[in-house]
């Protein structure tokens, strides 16, 4: 029934605690906003087959811890917002990687250890905002 679905705006959800672990069933899905979702504490990995999606909106979900590798099989992902993922600790390698990658904020990721190297593009070139990490 949901399968042609094109767009999932769960913005403000604050009782989501995950997304269905089929989500990779939507594979025509493009936008998927699911700004200030505060208590997701996952993103499932069937996520990578949704192989037209071109936006993920996870600002302001302060409880989610990571996010999947399998975001870097997205190949026409242009917008991946991470900004105020407060308990987010890494951002898997081939996130840098994803070809159509146009916007990529991380800003006010507290407790974000270090950016990839292949992540770095998006620092150095001002295409994103500079997420601010500690050398502490």
């Known amino acids: 029934l949901f399968r042609s679905l094109i767009e999932l705006c769960l913005l403000k959800c604050i009782s989501l605690k995950s997304l269905p672990p089929d989500i990779g069933s939507l594979r025509h899905l493009e936008d998927l906003n699911m700004m200030k ?3 997701v504490k996952e993103i499932p990995r069937s996520i990578g087959c949704c192989e ?3 936006l993920l909106d996870l600002r302001n979900c302060k409880s989610l811890p990571s996010i999947p590798d399998e975001l870097g099989s997205l ?9 105020d993922c407060s308990g987010i600790v890494e951002i898997p390698e081939l996130i840098g990687d994803l070809p159509k990658l146009e916007v990529f904020e991380f800003r006010n990721c507290t407790s974000l250890k270090s950016i990839p190297p292949s992540c770095s593009k998006f620092v150095e070139s001002g295409t994103t ?8």
Do not use: P, T, V, Y
Not at 75 to 83: D, G
């Open 37 to 39: 979702c505060k208590n």
């Open 52 to 54: 037209f999606l071109a």
């Open 75 to 83: 190949s026409r992902l242009r917008i991946l917002q991470l900004s």
């Open 129 to 136: 905002l500079k997420n601010e990490i500690s050398d502490d």
